[in-house]
């Protein structure tokens, strides 16, 4: 406040100054143009030569002072000068005296007019009064020669008194507006700093809690975990923490917009605060994902029966407008010290756990560290998977055959990645394909399969094998189009029928995503690239919905296959070869995994299974070890039955 108000008083006196300097000037020269007016009426008296002569009659010296009488109100007196300084005319009658000589000269050499405030005493000889002059000495011309000077002296008293008034006018103004200007400007400063320190307040409330549910947020909750573990590593307690989120809530958004979303989160929110203890913190991490900090737990199994009192608020429908909803939600439980350190540990070991019961289906996860695929191990295994992709040499692919089970000739291969680790050895694809799908480096495997794929289709081809061989594409492949892209790009590059090229997906893949993964199936079969159902029987999806998509082969997963043969209730036979009549029903070809023994074989070829796969005919193997493709693989010597006219994939296939 005290800087302001010095701001605003220098702001003052700089106003009242400067409005000063410009009513001085202008009172001056408004007294020189006065002093110009009285020299322009006297010079007109005096004859031109008579500056030059030095000297005035006396008839001449009485037309100058009838010349201005008319001034006498405000001049003091006029004195004619020449050029050399000699007098001419005192209206003092004084009959000497000396000019300035510097404005005399300066006047008379640079014809400017040069005025000066000098202090004269009115009436000296009786004790008079002091008065202010302007002395004015203006150039005396002669058809445009300068031929003298004319010093006018003018009462400049009245307008000395007038420019104070008008001063002390201005600063009165200048004060009251600027008072004026001061008040209103500290008012509103006062009003948007109350109204900036109430929102301050209100930020720092909102930036704590979650604006949709009311429910802390994650900074909150990471404040309140720092302070809990802290008094619970001082008093030996437990501190656990529940992470959940809705399954499927993407689909939910999708089909019923965000704003049902944004509902079933805040009812989703409604039900945790009131299924849990008081001292429990809810909390939204963003997105569909709560948190449960449970400040004192006595046990992880007590944490366990929390996490599934938080499931129980899920049973029941939840109600969006007339609309119930079944919703499900996945649940990760963790507890410190048990499992973690810290509050960050913490957090990422529930999440662990929450991931491992959604994969899993569990419902109700704790955490294990046989699930966490962040441990030291994997990290390291991850870093080098990173140098593998760069440097190259490492990965490779090799060819498991698919065997057609009426004419033992194989009809393709399905490629399966394996990776030479220089210090493991051979490390198989499930040791290190989940770990790049979680850190997005499968990709670039996806990258390296396809290429490889199809570079080998190419070699094939030129040595006369037209054979298909098929590649698993995984969901976060399958639901982008730059796949096909790829594809298109690589099939173009090596001169490779489209229809030498299969692409796999798993059912959860499909189910997950339909409505982009579709898109990016029609737009594979629009080109020619068959489409194979991975693992079919393990997900949500019925044959019939399959009728409209563009699929070619369904796998039965091998969980239907392997107990085949000694199934002695005819459970999976009944299952398989419903799976299959439907498939045929449809135009779709059947291909079963996890084939290992001839029983087995025999079994899936009297179901009409078209092909098969698995160890009984041979293992993955590198291109140069396979097994020819005429002729049935030695270990197999079941029956062959007629070939039936869906029985090949696009004929018969050989050398």
Known sequence: MAVSVIGMLALGAALILTMSNIMQGQAQRNGVASAQTVSRYASAAVPPDAFTLGVVDPTQHAAVTASIEGFAGRLVGLRLWTRDGDILYDSQNAATGFPDGDRLDAAVAQGTSDARLITDVEGAQAGGTERQVLDVYVPVRDSGEIVGAAEVMLDYTPTAEALRA??????????????????????????????????????????????????????????????????????????????????????????LGHDRGDELLELVA?????????????????????????????????????????????????????????????????????????????????????????????????????????SPARLVLLGDLHRALAVGGELELHYQPKVDLRSRRTVGFEALMRWRHPTRGLLPPDLFIPLAEQSGLIHELTRFALTTAVAQLATWRDAGRNVPVAVNLSAHDVASPTVVELIERLLD???????????????????????????????????????????????????????????????????????????????????????????????????????????????????????????????????????????????????????????????????
Not at 178 to 186: E, G
Not at 274 to 279: H, I, M, V
Not at 310 to 333: K, N, Q, W, Y
Not at 556 to 582: E, H, N, T, W, Y
Request: proline content about 4%.
């Open 166 to 255: 008008a001063i002390r006018t201005v600063a009165l103004v200048v004060a009251g507006g600027l008072l004026a200007l001061w008040l209103a400007l500290f008012r509103t400063v006062l009003t948007s700093s109350q109204r900036l320190h109430a929102s301050a307040l209100d930020n720092a409330r909102l930036a704590l809690l979650d604006s949709l549910t009311g429910l802390p947020n994650r900074r909150m909750l990471a404040d309140r975990m720092r302070r809990t573990i802290l008094e619970a590593k001082l008093a030996g307690t437990r501190v656990g923490l529940v992470l959940l989120d809705v399954d499927r809530f993407k689909d939910i958004n999708d089909s």
């Open 270 to 374: 409604d039900r945790l605060r009131g299924a849990l203890r008081d001292n429990d913190i809810v909390a939204r991490l963003g997105g569909d994902e709560f948190a449960v900090l449970l400040p004192d737990v006595r046990s992880i199994e007590n944490a366990e029966r929390l996490g599934h009192r938080v499931r129980s608020v899920f049973a029941t429908p939840f109600l969006l407008g007339d609309l119930p909803l079944h919703v499900e939600t996945s649940i990760g439980v963790a507890c410190l010290p048990d499992h973690a350190d810290d509050a960050s540990d913490l957090m990422r070991k529930a999440d662990v756990a929450m991931y491992t019961a959604k994969t899993h289906r569990l419902g109700v996860a704790v955490y294990s560290p046989d699930e966490d695929d962040s």
């Open 493 to 655: 590059e090596y001169d490779v029928p489209a229809a030498l090229l299969e692409v796999e997906i798993t059912e959860t893949a499909l189910v997950a995503d339909r409505s982009r993964v579709v898109p990016v199936l029609e737009r594979l079969s629009a080109i020619g690239v068959r489409v194979a159902i991975d693992d079919f029987g393990t997900g949500n999806t019925s044959i019939s919905q399959l009728l409209d998509l563009p699929v070619d082969l369904l796998k039965i997963d091998r969980m239907f296959v392997i107990d085949l043969a000694a199934d002695k209730r005819d459970g999976s036979r009944l299952v398989v070869k419903a799976m299959v009549d439907l498939a045929h029903s449809f135009g779709l070809h059947v291909v079963a995994e996890g084939v290992e023994d001839t029983a087995t074989a025999d079994l899936l070829r009297e179901l009409d299974v078209d092909h098969a796969q698995g160890f009984l005919f041979a293992a993955a193997l590198p291109p140069d070890d396979l097994p020819p493709l005429e002729g049935p693989p030695e270990r197999w010597t079941g029956r062959v039955r007629r070939a039936q006219p869906n029985a090949t994939i696009g004929g018969e296939v050989g050398v």
